[in-house]
């Protein structure tokens, strides 16, 4: 492993060709998840002989790929999802990036590829930032960052490649679901799993996603927004969505969300939000629990509330949850009061509207 302290010097090579501010906030008019990108992007690469070198912000532009790209074929690729926010006093910040930074390096270890110093991630994401900052929408939209890492080198044989492209995108966002904080319909798949002990289900890989979209796909066919996984030794404990992690409000007031045992991603909005309801003085359980479980408790009210959490959605709450046997409503059907607050008092971190007792809000200089 490399130290995490090294620094690389960024050739700043200015897009010259800029989207137009008036075109620019015309397409903020309607900003849906993923579609408009900023007009530069960072990217560093890695080979064997070389180490981490070539870093520069250059104007966002397809790259070359050669047919036998080692990416193409064994899908040796991982990547983060994080957000810089404008605050109501004009400051743009992150949150907990180095927590993004960190993973992304446990993903590497995981999927057999170099670790990019942590310096060199947040150098990277900053740089990319300030020269876009224009990018980020104001009020509630955000500017989604998208850091990725794949493999490059242009051979077929089976082993680690020798030779990576580290890349960060920018892409303004406004909210992932459509139709706003409405609370969201999950299918449970009972044919599908997305991971198994010993596999990556704790890597933010490109291949879990691969791997979960058939599942997401049988959702959408039943009429569901998002699909939820159990586990996959005995199809019955609840892990999480093919995106986003999942949690329990139980009528003692107590929340209850599955454990990482290396089949979870660790999700960042995860962490903050045990971080928040433990500060509330509420109790969380992380434990395994059951799909049967799931069902009993929501029919004998025992369950009162469950949200799914992760950077692009932040909080969503589960309204309805449908799978091959039937369906069940949790509640009443919509977001409770107790996702709706701990919603609230993540996005008021976020946004610098409330105290960040854990200093997760990191400002950035010089924009
Ligand atoms: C990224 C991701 C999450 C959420 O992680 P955050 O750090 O909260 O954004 C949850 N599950 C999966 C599978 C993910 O890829």
């Known amino acids: 492993m490399q130290a995490a302290t090294a620094q690389v010097k960024f050739e700043h090579r200015p897009n010259a060709n800029p989207m137009p501010q008036a075109e620019r906030e015309k397409?903020?008019?309607?900003?849906?998840?993923?579609?408009?990108?900023?007009?530069?992007?960072?990217?560093v690469r890695w080979s064997a002989d070389k180490g981490w070198h070539s870093a520069e912000i250059t104007?966002?532009?397809?790259?070359?790929?050669?047919?036998?790209?080692?990416?193409?074929?064994?899908?040796?690729?991982?990547?983060?999802?994080?957000?810089?926010?404008?605050t109501a006093d004009d400051k743009v910040v992150l949150f907990r990036p180095e927590q993004n930074a960190r993973r992304f390096g446990a993903s590497a270890e995981r999927?057999?590829?170099?670790?990019?110093?942590?310096?060199?991630?947040?150098?990277?994401?900053?740089?990319?930032?300030?020269?876009?900052?224009?990018?980020?929408?104001?009020?509630?939209?955000?500017?989604?960052?998208?850091?990725?890492?794949?493999a490059a080198e242009t051979f077929l044989g089976v082993?680690?490649?020798?030779?990576?492209?580290?890349?960060?995108?920018a892409s303004p966002v406004g909210p992932y679901f459509k139709g706003g904080a409405k609370a969201v319909t999950l299918w449970v798949t009972e044919t599908y799993t997305r991971a198994a002990q010993g596999g990556t289900g704790a890597a933010k890989c490109g291949g879990n996603y691969a791997a979960s979209l058939i599942a997401q796909a049988e959702a959408v066919g039943h009429g569901c927004d998002q699909v939820v996984f159990l586990d996959a030794a005995e199809h019955r404990w609840v892990e999480e969505l093919g995106g986003m992690n999942v949690f329990f409000v139980m009528n003692d007031g107590s929340l209850v969300t599955p454990p990482l045992t290396g089949t979870i991603l660790p999700g960042i909005t995860r962490d903050s939000l045990i971080t928040l309801a433990r500060d509330n003085g509420i109790t969380v359980n992380e434990r395994p629990?059951?799909?049967?479980?799931w069902k009993a408790d929501a029919a004998s009210g025992k369950l009162r509330e469950a949200f799914a959490c992760g950077t692009a959605a932040v909080v969503a709450?589960?309204?309805?949850?449908?799978?091959?046997?039937?369906?069940f409503k949790i509640g009443n059907?919509?977001?409770?009061?107790?996702?709706e607050k701990l919603r609230n008092d993540l996005v008021g971190i976020q946004r610098g509207k409330a105290s960040d007792k854990h200093a997760w809000v990191h400002p950035l200089a010089g924009v």
């Open 27 to 43: 397409a903020f008019e309607n900003l849906g998840f993923g579609t408009l990108f900023s007009d530069h992007m960072a990217v």
């Open 59 to 86: 104007a966002r532009a397809p790259f070359p790929v050669d047919p036998a790209s080692a990416v193409l074929h064994y899908a040796q690729e991982i990547f983060e999802g994080m957000k810089a926010y404008r």
């Open 111 to 150: 999927m057999a590829m170099p670790v990019l110093p942590e310096d060199i991630f947040m150098q990277a994401v900053e740089e990319l930032v300030r020269i876009d900052s224009a990018w980020i929408p104001k009020g509630e939209g955000s500017l989604y960052l998208r850091p990725f890492m794949f």
């Open 159 to 169: 082993r680690p490649a020798r030779e990576y492209v580290f890349c960060v995108i």
């Open 289 to 293: 629990y059951s799909f049967d479980e």
């Open 317 to 327: 709450g589960i309204g309805t949850v449908r799978h091959a046997g039937g369906e």
């Open 333 to 339: 059907g919509e977001t409770g009061f107790l996702t």
